[in-house]
C-alpha cells in the first residue's frame, strides 16, 4: 500500500503590456530588444512597480477563493544563474499577495497554500553546444500559485491544471497562446506501508516508510506534467530509498533526470528588496478588482445548467470564455437550445479544425443570429448551417473579408427546401407510380416505406427533409 502527496507550483504569465519593474514592452519581438538598464539588471538602477500586474494577480487571488493581502513586499532572491542578469531575482517571500485559498475539482477541494508576485528571469535557449539567452523575457510578471500537497494522483495532477487553467481564462490574465505562458514545478511524496511480522512482539504490524519529496522542474504543458508524475511513481517504486532531490522532465526521453540535491529556501540568502517599498493596495483598488470580476466558469455552468441542454454542450461552450459570452448574446434573442448547438457543434467544430479561438475570428453575433433565423423558418437544414460556418471562417483562414450568411447560400448556387405543397405533389405522384410498394406497405412490410421516401427524395432533387416526407407519406396511405 502507498500514499501519493503531489504537489503543485504553476508559474504563470501575466498579460501586462509592460514588464514588472520597468517599461520595457512584453511583446513578442527579436530576441533582445525588448530590453532596457532595469531588466539587464545594470548596476544602479531601480526597479519601479507596474500597477497592472497587481491588479492582475490579485483577480488570481479572489478567482482561487484565497485572502488577498491589503500589504505585501517584495524580497531578493540570490542565486547566480546565466538567466538572471543581477543575480538575484525579485520576488515575494514573507507575505505574498494571496494566501489560503482553493480550487474544486469533483468532489474534492485542492488548498492553494499562496500566491506570489515574481520576475520572469531571461529564457535560455540551448544550440548546439552553445547557450543563447532571449532578455526578452527578463521582467515579464509572474505569479507562482503554490498548492499543498492534496493531490494524490497524476491524472489528478492534470485535471486539476485544466481547471485552473480555464479560470484564468475566463479572468482574462494570460494569454495561453504564448509559448511558456505556463510552466509547472511538480512535487512529489510517497509513503509506503509494509506489513511485517515482529518476532518479539510475536505478531504482524504495519511499518510506515515515509518517501523523501522530489521536485521534477520546468515543465511546460499539462499532459507533460502527467507523464512526468507517472514516470516519477514508477521510478520511485524501485528505489530502495528515494533522496530528496530535483530531477528535470525530458520530453524527449519521456523520463526525469537528477539535476541536484534540493536547496532549502534558506539557502537562496533571501533579503527584503530596499529599493521598493512596501506595499500598501488601497481600499479603492480593492472594491474595484472585486466588483469587476468577471463571472467563473463554474457559476456559469449552474446557470447553463438550468436551460435544458446537455451538459457535455455546456462543458463545450464552457471552453472558450467568447463562446460563452456569444451564447449569453443569442439567447436573448433565439431559442437557447439552438443557439448552444450551433457554436458548440457547429462552430466550435470549424475553430478545432483550424486550431482557432472565437476571440481570434471576428465573426459577429449579428451574423450568427441570422443563421438561427434561417433555421427556425426552415430555410436551411442543420447540415447547412454548419456548411455556412465553415466557408465563413474559411474566408478568415484565407485572409478574406467574412461572408453574410446569405451570401454563402447565394455563391453555393443553395435553393431553399420546397413547400410542403410542393412536396406532396411528389408524394401523390409516387404512389400512383408505385402500386407494387404502396400494397406490400399496406400488408405490412414496412421497407417498403423506405423505398417510397427513397422515390420522393429523388423528384424533389433532396430539397426536403426525410422526415417530412415521411409524415406526408404516411398521412396519405394509413
Ligand atoms: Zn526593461
Known amino acids: 500500500m502507498q500514499e501519493i502527496k503531489i ?27 525588448n530590453v532596457c538598464d532595469v531588466c539587464l539588471g545594470f548596476p544602479g538602477t531601480k526597479p519601479v512597480l507596474n500597477e497592472k ?4 494577480a490579485m483577480k488570481i487571488g479572489y478567482a482561487l477563493d484565497c485572502k488577498v493581502n491589503k500589504k505585501f513586499l517584495f524580497s531578493r532572491k540570490t542565486y547566480f544563474y546565466p538567466d538572471l542578469a543581477k543575480n538575484f531575482q525579485i520576488t515575494q517571500l514573507e507575505t505574498p499577495i494571496a494566501s489560503n485559498g482553493k480550487l474544486k475539482i469533483g468532489d474534492r477541494i485542492i488548498r492553494i497554500r499562496r500566491i506570489h508576485l515574481e520576475e520572469d528571469p531571461a529564457k535560455i535557449i540551448r544550440r548546439d ?8 523575457r527578463s521582467g515579464i510578471p509572474l505569479v507562482e500559485i503554490v498548492t499543498e500537497p492534496d493531490l494524490k494522483l497524476p491524472a489528478e495532477a492534470r485535471s486539476f491544471l485544466q481547471h485552473l487553467q480555464q479560470i484564468l481564462e475566463f479572468i482574462y490574465v494570460t494569454d495561453f497562446n504564448r509559448e511558456g505562458s505556463m510552466r509547472v514545478d511538480a512535487n512529489i511524496s510517497i509513503t ?5 511480522y515482529d518476532y518479539l512482539k510475536n505478531g504482524g504490524m504495519i511499518k510506515k516508510l515515509e518517501g523523501a519529496r522530489v521536485e521534477i522542474k520546468n515543465i511546460s504543458g499539462i499532459k507533460e506534467v502527467e507523464k512526468a508524475l507517472s514516470y516519477e511513481i514508477l521510478r520511485q517504486k524501485n528505489l530502495k530509498q528515494v533522496v530528496r532531490e530535483t530531477r528535470l522532465w525530458n520530453e524527449k526521453t519521456k523520463t526525469t533526470v537528477s539535476a541536484r540535491e534540493k536547496e532549502e529556501e534558506e539557502e537562496y540568502g533571501y533579503i527584503f528588496e530596499p529599493d521598493l517599498p512596501i506595499i500598501e493596495i488601497p481600499e479603492e483598488m480593492l472594491n474595484k478588482v472585486q ?4 463571472e467563473l466558469p463554474e457559476s456559469k455552468k449552474k446557470r447553463f445548467l438550468k436551460y435544458n441542454i446537455s451538459e457535455e454542450i455546456i462543458d463545450t461552450l464552457l471552453t472558450d470564455p467568447e463562446l460563452t459570452h456569444y451564447f449569453e448574446y443569442l439567447c436573448e434573442t433565439h431559442n437557447e437550445k ?3 448547438v450551433l457554436l458548440a457543434k457547429y462552430l466550435k467544430k470549424t475553430l478545432n479544425y483550424h486550431n482557432l479561438k472565437l476571440k481570434d475570428v471576428p465573426i459577429e453575433v449579428r451574423q450568427l443570429r441570422r443563421i438561427l433565423d434561417l433555421l427556425q423558418q426552415y430555410l436551411i437544414m442543420d447540415d447547412m448551417a454548419e456548411i455556412i460556418l465553415r466557408e465563413m471562417v474559411n474566408d478568415y483562414v484565407k485572409g478574406k473579408k467574412i461572408r453574410e450568411p446569405d451570401q454563402v447560400l447565394k455563391d453555393l448556387n443553395y435553393e431553399k427546401p420546397l413547400e410542403e405543397e410542393k412536396i406532396k405533389k411528389f408524394v401523390r405522384e409516387v404512389i400512383r407510380e408505385n402500386t407494387k410498394a404502396v400494397k406490400d406497405y399496406r400488408n405490412g412490410e414496412k421497407k417498403s416505406l423506405d423505398y417510397l421516401i427513397g422515390q420522393v427524395m429523388r423528384k424533389t432533387g433532396r430539397r426536403a427533409d426525410a422526415k417530412k416526407i415521411k409524415k406526408l407519406l404516411k398521412s396519405e396511405l394509413d
Do not use: R, W
Not at 500586474?53 to 492582475?56: G, N, S, V
Open 129 to 136: 553546444n552553445c547557450i543563447l539567452l532571449d532578455y526578452n
Open 7 to 33: 504537489g503543485l507550483e504553476v508559474h504563470v504569465q501575466l498579460n501586462t503590456e509592460s514588464k514588472l519593474f520597468c517599461s520595457c514592452s512584453t511583446s513578442q519581438a527579436e530576441p533582445n530588444t
Open 192 to 196: 509506503k506501508y509494509e506489513p511485517v
Open 338 to 340: 439552438a443557439s448552444a
Open 53 to 56: 500586474a497587481i491588479e492582475l
Open 291 to 294: 466588483s469587476n470580476m468577471p
